[in-house]
């Protein structure tokens, strides 16, 4: 079990820098609601900020426009990269391949799934009937050959080796999988046929996004950093969509639609609700005993008690292994595997200081102005500028209170 516990171990670089460019954070100009105030003071017909628009419209020109965000020129990038890493493995492997080549080239991670961001990897891996001896260092020989400038990092010592390589303005990550029946590998299958299904809600792949990038401005994206990859968090985002799809139904209330509303736009009315649910439910994460699990998991609950205990089983005496942190993130399809485990008390704490900080831009009230800044439809429209921003040090004493007060209230 110990391997199939390391299947999510590596590190998810998604939004940490600015590969493409250009103006990361578009402004936009919010409608205003068609319901008036008078000001008696200037006499002059003012009108109210309508913050619901605001926000969509904003998150909308966000994904559209930003260079972190996928769109139709990266896209044709990355699959010409994809095809010219692909031929170099069918090429140095290919003695190795004894059936189909394409089956022994596996995909699998948020670019096949449709979760991608611009800084995204490609997860590959390659499996064989046999172990290849000397697999990384034979790649490693093969690519350099192609492209001298190319940056290898083998990272060995890790409990699923894996080989990090930047070619082509991409990163790549490459594991190596044998044998029969092999469980790691299934483990991939399942997850990637459940998270394409998914997929298919564009409002999904707009919050697991927004919640990557945000994750990465806030160092708060990967096993090495004692925090959680993406999979534990598109966990976490879709037992909020299960609460809130099952609290629309149980008081028949449901996002209205307009006749000639898009896919899109529907997409982004809900994300706008999803992800302020995400960030307030998890403000407190780790506070009490609670398990999080996805709405469609096949792993079934035997209670909280007996469902901690059996996802403590594989917990380490050091830290990094989520030891203490209450923190217990269900795996949809392997039982003992807790997605939290590499979470440690000191890192917990600095990922519900993240969430409450989160919490705090997106669903005040009114938000808080910036550098002179005074109009509230402007400030709104900087809101999800706001939460992708790397957070500067010193801010975090302030943002902490606001964790103690919740938890105190």
């Given at each position: ?61 966000l994904?559209q426009?930003?260079?972190?965000f ?14 010219w890493?692909q031929?170099l ?13 394409e089956?022994?080239?596996q ?8 979760m991608?961001?611009a ?11 046999c ?11 093969a690519?350099?050959?192609?492209e001298?400038?190319s940056?290898?990092d083998i ?13 082509r ?9 044998f044998g ?34 945000w994750?990465g ?25 299960g609460r ?24 982004v ?36 008690e ?28 392997i ?11 000191s ?5 519900r ?5 989160a ?18 439809e ?18 975090d ?11 105190r209230a």
């Open positions: 079990m110990d391997l199939l516990a390391s299947a999510y171990d590596d590190d998810d670089e998604e939004g940490e820098e600015d590969t493409q460019g250009g103006d990361v954070h578009p402004q936009v100009n919010c409608k205003r609601s068609p319901d008036c105030e008078l000001d008696e003071g200037s006499k002059k017909r003012t009108k109210k900020i309508d913050r619901k628009t605001c926000l969509e419209e904003s998150l909308l020109q994904s426009t930003s260079p972190l996928p769109s139709v020129d990266l896209e044709q990038r990355r699959k010409t990269a994809w095809v890493f031929r493995l069918l090429q140095e492997f290919q003695s190795e391949f004894s059936s189909s080549p089956d022994h080239v995909l699998f991670g948020s670019w096949v799934c449709n991608w961001v800084s995204s990897d490609f997860d590959v891996n390659i499996f064989t009937e172990r290849i001896p000397k697999v990384f260092l034979r790649l490693k020989h690519l350099l050959a192609q001298p400038t940056a290898v990272v060995a010592s890790a409990r699923v080796p894996v080989m990090k390589i930047k070619a303005g991409f990163n790549f990550d490459v594991t190596h999988e029969n029946d092999n469980l790691v590998v299934k483990h991939h299958a399942q997850v990637r046929e459940w998270a394409q299904r998914w997929a298919e809600d564009e409002s999904i792949c707009l919050c697991i996004r927004i919640i990557k990038l994750a401005a806030n160092k708060v994206h990967s096993a090495t950093s004692s925090t959680l990859n993406s999979m534990g968090y598109l966990v976490m985002l879709l037992s909020v969509v809130c799809t099952r609290e629309a139904r149980a008081s028949h209330n449901t996002i209205q639609e307009a006749a000639d509303q898009d896919k899109m736009t529907r997409a009315q809900k994300a706008v609700i999803y992800l302020g649910r995400f960030f307030a439910d998890y403000a407190t994460l780790g506070v009490g005993r609670h398990v999080i699990t996805a709405p469609d998991s096949a792993v079934q609950s035997e209670g909280t007996l469902d901690i205990l059996r996802l403590s089983r594989e917990v380490g005496s050091s830290d990094g292994t989520g030891k203490g942190t209450s923190l217990f993130i269900q795996d949809p399809f039982p003992e595997v807790n997605l939290g485990r590499f979470v440690d008390r890192s917990l704490k600095r990922l200081l993240a969430l409450s900080r919490d705090s831009i997106l669903n005040a009230q009114e938000p808080a102005p910036e550098r002179g800044g005074s109009d509230s402007e400030r709104w429209s900087t809101v999800w500028q706001q939460l992708l921003t790397p957070v500067e040090p010193d801010s004493a302030t943002s902490l209170n606001l964790v103690v007060r919740r938890v």
